[in-house]
């Protein structure tokens, strides 16, 4: 049974840092990534990583502020979180599948999903 979990959440000020775990236990795949979804708004793409980890892709809105990497021996994803914003308030979610490649943003594309841990910037 494929289970992503993430961790890591919390409340930060503008200008901090987090960073997101994602935990996956039941297979592994080729590409995991990470979407985030605010009050009242669509989920939406935030990043997305290779198998290697050479290959990275990334939302404009948090291009060059997060990062993305994973521990393939630990099946782990990371999402690190700097120079927050009070727009990058929302609920962060892992996400994986078989068929899925870096430039797939459409969220009905990807099969699993962990529970999602929120993400609070304040100003």
């Known amino acids: 049974q494929v289970q992503?979990?993430?961790?890591?959440g919390g409340v930060v000020q503008a200008g901090g840092s987090l960073r997101l775990s994602?935990?996956?236990?039941?297979?592994?795949?080729?590409?995991?990534?990470?979407?985030?979804?605010?009050?009242?708004?669509?989920?939406e793409f935030v990043g997305a990583i290779s198998w290697s980890g050479t290959s990275t892709r990334y939302a404009d809105s948090v291009a060059g502020r997060f990062t993305i990497s994973r521990d393939i021996a630990k099946n782990t994803v990371y999402l690190q979180m700097n120079s927050l914003k009070p727009e990058d308030t929302a609920s962060y979610?892992?996400?994986?599948?078989?068929?899925?490649?870096?430039?797939?943003?459409?969220?009905?594309?990807?099969?699993?999903?962990?529970?999602g841990t929120q993400v609070t910037v304040s100003s």
């Open 4 to 8: 992503l979990v993430e961790s890591g």
């Open 22 to 43: 994602c935990a996956a236990s039941g297979r592994t795949f080729s590409t995991m990534g990470w979407f985030r979804q605010a009050p009242g708004k669509e989920r």
């Open 93 to 115: 979610y892992c996400a994986a599948g078989p068929g899925v490649s870096l430039y797939t943003p459409d969220v009905k594309t990807w099969p699993y999903w962990g529970q």
